[in-house]
């Protein structure tokens, strides 16, 4: 830190009131964790004979609750946490996987897709759902518009010389964040009902996949925008193949990147809660849905809700503490680029 | 990309299918790449987008077989809009002559703008053209919760939205930007400060929701006695609507005001400060350096920035839910909340209508700002 006297230099009263604003600010973030976790030490005669704020002067502390949650409601409990861990790592995993191969896509090759078959496509996705909903089985509905859509990009596809851009992609492929998810979940929801894999991790995974990729060809593409492309192109006149330049140059100087956007991702991963409340019921009861569902079964017992809070975001707020100059990268990068 | 092929295609084809499949993968390489994703999406979104667009035009009947969807055309944006959801989700309106008040204010405003630029011999109506349809959006914004403020009347999903996400975006902007403007003056500590302000970002909602449930409580909760020495004591929070919008609101900015603060501290380093130092020299204040100085440098993030919490905000449901239910009422109800309960009484067309106002809604909203707010906020710098 440079510490030298510029005019700029604030007053002690200044720096005594900067302090005090922080203080405050601090006051404000730390006091509902800090209920959280006395109240989690709280007994039930604690909680409910009024505000205590002080272990050992106020109230006893007591280990019942947490004795509890990990004990007889252990098992619940470590079914919902395995379900969130391993939906968040493999979602995430998976969505930085394609995000980051997308966002090198769109940043090294040159892609132009004529309006003309994109018209045509979604079209043809109209024409598939609405044979669907008028009864055809959805096998039949799905090889006639591929029928349709082959014969169409044959014969009209061409007529219209229209091309698209990388950035039109891009843009298409982060637009779907705007999507509300609630717009989707319904559909969603009866083609998972139609694979039998209502209630399920994959279920979970691979919705969570979908809604986090833009995120991750955002972020990504912004990085991969800031490495000079010389390196590949030097390895690719020594005959390496796309795919290994990928794997072996691209990715580890991305690096950096990877760990911010992996790291977002699995926060957005871990607290998911709307997808998750359609799409799971017991069996793949992740610990948002685990927690909201205690308060509904068992009038709100704060001290054992409490328990729970503290268990499902001490992961996240550990990875966040330790990790919070990547994730202050990772969200930079985009937003201040714009 | 062509050089190796072209090389490869010179040898002898000894070697056979596999190095075939090999070029032909390189070949290839830009579809492979990219078309997962579009794959990915287009089966995720696009496909239920359609499905949804379908359904929201259906009503959902137990028949014999199951369940059955039937055509019923605009049959549920017209309940919502016009018929029985019409007051769930566009609210009551009130007292029509006080928002012919205000609308005939902004009227005066434009008129006095249009007579300043007679005045200053410029053109006086082609400068209408391009911001009218956002004047008209703010217009009905406007009306849509004036209207839906006096008393007797009350607000519908909709508005209760707009409410989250509008001044949840200005509180979050405006707080984030005093603590980052604060860490940024290099004090000893701010380190600390740093690692905590960015903390709430990383707490599951929920637990947000749970925590600020327990904070908001009446009975036992902790501000209890403050709210009993300022002679609150028995009202609050969540049995009254404006109190109940409130903590939610509160919780919104406790958990997102910290992605404010490291966007823009972040930006706040890219401001000069030799710039900063020499303004200071020349006896600019404060409020000056900043306003003219710094401000310029923090607008293009700001506006970024202001986007994606537009776009995220219009999602709020997990804090509505569990904070109030909805509650009082349908006081604390989001869109995605409101479609939510349709959803669990079977009401899939209805869910699905209201999807797809909230998504017209944060298309409209995203796309004028896009067009109007972001080019000017890059050009500053």
Known sequence: MRRRRSPLAPSPLQVGLSYLALGLASVFVLFPLYWLLITSFKLPIDVNSGPFYLPWVDFKPSLHAWEYVLGTLGPDVRRAYANTAVVALSSALLALFLGTSAAYALTRFQYRPRVGAVVLFVACLGFVVALVALGVPWPAAVGLGLAVFILGLQTLGRRFRRHLSNDDIALWLISNRILPPVVVVIPIYLLFQQLGLLDT????????????????????????????????????????SRYRIFWTIVLPLAAPGLVATFLLLLVFSWNEYLLALFLSKANSQTMPLMVAAMSGTRGTEWWYMSVIIILMILPVVLLALVLERYIERGLIVGAVKG | MGERVRLKEATPRREGVWVRLVAWLERQ??????????????????????????????????????????????????????????IHFLGQPGAIGWVMGVMGLLALGIGVVMYR???????????????????????????????????????????????????????????????????????????????????????????????????????????????????????????????????????????????????????????????????????????QIFRHIIFPYLLPASATLVLIRLIEGFKIVDLPNILTNGGPGTATESITLHAYFAWRTLDIGTAAALGFLLMLLVSLVTSLYAAWVLPRARGQV
């Open chain 1, 201 to 240: 991790r994959t279920a979970l995974i691979i919705s969570y996949t979908v809604i986090n990729v833009p995120i991750a060809v955002w972020l990504m593409r912004d990085y991969f925008q800031n490495i000079p492309p010389d390196i590949e192109e030097c390895a690719q006149i020594d005959g390496a």
């Open chain 2, 29 to 86: 390489a830009s579809a492979f790449f990219l078309l997962p994703t579009v794959l990915v999406i287009l089966a995720f979104v696009l496909f239920p987008l359609v499905g949804s667009l379908y359904s929201s035009l259906s009503r959902l009947r137990f028949s014999d077989g199951g369940l059955e969807l039937s055509f019923v055309g605009l049959a549920n944006y017209r309940k919502v809009l016009l018929g029985s959801e019409q």
């Open chain 2, 117 to 287: 630029r007679y005045r200053a011999g410029r053109p006086v109506w082609t400068w209408l053209g391009q911001p009218l349809l956002g004047g008209l959006l703010l217009l009905g914004f406007a009306w849509l919760f004036l209207s839906r403020l006096w008393p007797g009347t009350h607000m519908g999903t909709l508005q209760t939205t707009l409410f989250y996400v509008l001044v949840g975006t200005a509180l979050q902007y405006l707080l984030g930007l005093g603590l980052a403007l604060l860490c940024a003056e290099r004090l000893p500590g701010t380190r600390f400060f740093r690692v905590l302000f960015i903390l709430p970002l990383a707490i599951t909602p929920i637990g947000v929701a749970y925590m600020f449930r327990m904070l908001t409580d009446t009975g036992k909760g902790p501000l209890v006695p403050l709210w009993e020495a300022l002679g609150w004591g028995g009202f609050f929070w969540v049995n009254d609507p404006w109190g109940a919008r409130l903590a939610v609101l509160i919780g919104d900015v406790w958990q997102w005001t910290p992605f404010a603060f490291i966007v823009l501290l972040a930006a706040l380093q890219s401001v000069p400060q030799e710039q900063v130092e020499a303004a200071a020299v020349d006896g600019a204040s404060r409020w």
